[in-house]
């Protein structure tokens, strides 16, 4: 079992201690002076934590070249704040831990729901679509696509970067959009929840994972294009196989492409009809209140989180009541 857990690391550069963490990614980085460092993101079910071990031995250089995402490695470290951020400074790396020596638990993170439940329903909300061509098309995919969906990550790293993260981040939105229907009447809401259902669906190939929802790099396609402009062109494929409307195809499609809204983001394009502004909006606000919710999981009431690099760099306070 672990002793300490990323939650409970507090700066102390003089203490060193002893620990296993999960490797979410790892590189090798030229320094200066002809140096090399080994730069890690590490991880644990309480969170990540970004490490560095610094100038590398020739024979570290081939040792620690062999690291790689999913890996459980057991170092000694010290703690330090950099840049408002907690760090791992590592002095030794004494290698991967043998599988029958921890608890899965301890190191891989999980939605809090089970993915059958979020699974089942949001196939509930599908097949409650009184339009039959947005039901065929979002059935096509999450049919398909149980097996993958049961464990699939949201993103690489920030929210939802999970086991089963997709599936989370998907049902809360369709809630959200649910509620947001009763309010706003204009809007029509099985377009609306079509478009939650397949805004991230190309994260499937977007994004690399493992079966922990551990993903170490994006797939070839996911660098040259990213989810958005792959799901235009899935979208626009599978309508054309299920003989879906030429305006309901082209409405999906732009949902995918504007649902980042910025160039910065991704997205060409900002949302031009209701249901896609509204789908922006459910999408960022089910992003940052996860992050939030994350940053300040292990915070004492009254204090302030660490600097959340997803939220502008804010330290966010956490009420006492």
């Given at each position: 079992?672990?002793?300490?857990f990323i939650k409970d690391l507090?700066?102390?550069?003089?203490?060193?201690?002893?620990?296993?963490?999960?490797?979410?990614?790892?590189?090798?980085?030229?320094?200066?002076?002809?140096?090399?460092?080994?730069?890690?993101?590490?991880?644990?079910?309480?969170?990540?934590?970004?490490?560095?071990?610094?100038?590398?031995?020739?024979?570290?250089?081939?040792?620690?070249?062999?690291?790689?995402?999913?890996?459980?490695?057991?170092?000694?470290?010290r703690c330090k704040e950099y840049?408002?951020?907690?760090?791992?400074?590592i002095d030794v790396i004494k290698?991967?831990?043998?599988?029958?020596?921890?608890?899965?638990?301890?190191?891989?993170?999980?939605?809090?729901?089970?993915?059958?439940?979020?699974?089942?329903?949001?196939?509930?909300?599908?097949?409650?679509?009184?339009?039959?061509?947005?039901?065929?098309?979002?059935?096509?995919?999450?049919?398909?696509?149980?097996?993958?969906?049961?464990?699939?990550?949201?993103?690489?790293?920030?929210?939802?970067?999970?086991?089963?993260?997709?599936?989370?981040?998907?049902?809360?939105?369709?809630?959200?959009?649910?509620?947001?229907?009763?309010?706003?009447?204009?809007?029509?809401?099985?377009?609306?929840?079509?478009?939650?259902?397949?805004?991230?669906?190309?994260?499937?190939?977007?994004?690399?994972?493992?079966?922990?929802?551990?993903?170490?790099?994006?797939?070839?396609?996911?660098?040259?294009?990213?989810?958005?402009?792959?799901?235009?062109?899935?979208?626009?494929?599978?309508?054309?196989?299920?003989?879906?409307?030429?305006?309901?195809?082209?409405?999906?499609?732009?949902?995918?492409?504007?649902?980042?809204?910025?160039?910065?983001?991704?997205?060409?394009?900002?949302?031009?009809?209701?249901?896609?502004?509204?789908?922006?909006?459910?999408?960022?606000?089910?992003?940052?209140?996860?992050?939030?919710?994350?940053?300040?999981?292990?915070?004492?009431?009254?204090?302030?989180?660490?600097?959340?690099?997803?939220?502008?760099?804010?330290?966010?306070?956490?009420?006492?009541?």
């Amino acid at each position: 079992m672990k002793t300490y857990f990323i939650k409970d690391l507090t700066p102390d550069e003089g203490y060193r201690f002893e620990e296993r963490f999960l490797v979410r990614n790892a590189d090798i980085r030229d320094g200066n002076n002809g140096k090399h460092h080994l730069y890690m993101t590490l991880g644990d079910a309480s969170g990540d934590i970004q490490a560095v071990k610094w100038s590398l031995t020739p024979d570290e250089m081939k040792s620690y070249g062999r690291i790689s995402s999913g890996m459980i490695i057991s170092v000694v470290a010290r703690c330090k704040e950099y840049q408002g951020r907690n760090q791992l400074v590592i002095d030794v790396i004494k290698g991967q831990a043998r599988e029958d020596t921890y608890d899965r638990s301890d190191f891989f993170r999980a939605a809090p729901e089970s993915p059958e439940s979020m699974y089942d329903y949001i196939m509930s909300r599908i097949n409650a679509f009184e339009d039959d061509e947005l039901k065929a098309l979002c059935l096509s995919f999450y049919e398909g696509e149980k097996d993958r969906l049961m464990y699939w990550p949201a993103a690489m790293s920030n929210h939802h970067a999970e086991y089963a993260g997709l599936l989370y981040h998907v049902k809360r939105m369709m809630m959200m959009g649910e509620r947001a229907c009763e309010v706003y009447t204009n809007l029509y809401k099985d377009l609306l929840l079509a478009g939650v259902a397949l805004h991230d669906i190309e994260k499937l190939n977007e994004l690399d994972s493992d079966e922990n929802g551990v993903v170490p790099e994006y797939t070839l396609e996911g660098k040259m294009l990213g989810h958005l402009v792959m799901g235009v062109h899935t979208i626009g494929d599978r309508c054309k196989e299920l003989g879906i409307s030429e305006e309901k195809c082209l409405l999906m499609q732009h949902m995918s492409l504007s649902h980042h809204y910025e160039p910065d983001f991704g997205s060409p394009k900002k949302p031009l009809f209701p249901e896609a502004e509204m789908l922006h909006y459910l999408d960022m606000t089910d992003a940052k209140m996860f992050d939030m919710e994350d940053a300040l999981r292990y915070v004492k009431p009254g204090e302030f989180s660490e600097k959340v690099f997803t939220l502008d760099n804010r330290r966010l306070y956490k009420k006492t009541f």
